[in-house]
């Protein structure tokens, strides 16, 4: 082996050229640790301008930036992402590099719509659910209820928008909507009307019945001496509707027939 000058060379070569990859690799991470590389800004601004209602520099400060490490070269990005997500209100965020010691965080915030469920979470326009403040939704707009088996936000936040549209025929708003775990919806109009739906049979039965009351809306209005408390629309060929009356008399229920 050793009278093998070829072989001889070829050792040398490859030991020299591992030599070489140890210093360069010594050289690179002795610069990257300079401390010009070290993260002296952090720049946090929203996807529009003005975007930023609920993100503030205090809730970063606790939230995001202890879990941020490394300098310009070695933070990770992912990392550096999911600790911004992690903060209340932060849809979603982007991060990128800008030479040679800064970071740009760039963030989407969600919109509140409403309330899910009864544990204090909101839903957003998005149909994303997520854990806020509810005061401070509740200075940005009038919440919606919602509710719904854990899964069904998107499905129940796409009936709630065909709702507005169908009762809006009559200016009624949906102030709730609720999807039973029997899978049974209601909703709960901005007249104090609670209208029961019930199941999907079929791609048009929640929009038939809709359209069924609508139809008789205003000539049940016109004929009821006290307001209408609830409309069951669940009956086949008729529904069945409750009366509030004054306080310290009983309510009334009425079915009516084919209609």
């Known amino acids: 082996m050793w009278h093998d000058v070829k072989m001889m060379n070829n050792i040398a070569n490859a030991l020299f050229g591992l030599v070489l990859l140890v210093l360069i690799a010594s050289g690179v991470w002795w610069v990257i640790q300079r401390p010009m590389f070290t ?117 129940v936040l796409t009936q709630y928008l065909a709702f507005k549209e169908w009762f809006g025929r009559v200016n009624l708003t949906p102030d709730s909507v609720t999807y039973s775990p029997r899978y049974a919806w209601s909703v709960n109009l901005n007249n104090g009307m609670r209208v029961e739906l019930g199941r999907i049979q079929d791609g048009s039965t929640l929009k038939s019945r809709v359209d069924k ?23 086949p060929n008729g529904l069945a509707m409750r009366y509030a009356h004054p306080q310290g008399s009983k309510k009334q229920t009425k079915a009516i027939g084919k209609t």
């Open 39 to 155: 993260l002296s800004t952090i720049k946090v601004v929203g996807v529009t301008p003005q975007a930023l209602r609920h993100v503030n520099v205090v809730t970063i400060k606790n939230s995001a930036l202890p879990k941020i490490r490394g300098n310009f070269f070695t933070a990770n990005l992912d990392a550096v992402r999911g600790a911004f997500e992690s903060v209340p209100w932060v849809r979603k965020a982007s991060v990128q590099r800008e030479w040679p010691n800064k970071l740009t965080v760039t963030l989407d915030e969600h919109v509140a719509l409403g309330t899910w469920g009864d544990d204090g979470r909101l839903i957003s326009v998005a149909g994303d659910v997520f854990t806020a403040n509810l005061a401070e939704a509740e200075d940005d707009t009038d919440l919606i209820a919602f509710s719904g088996p854990d899964g069904s936000e998107k499905e």
């Open 213 to 235: 009351l609508m139809m008789i809306y205003p000539k049940l209005v016109a004929n009821a001496q006290d307001s209408i408390e609830s409309v069951d629309m669940r009956y």
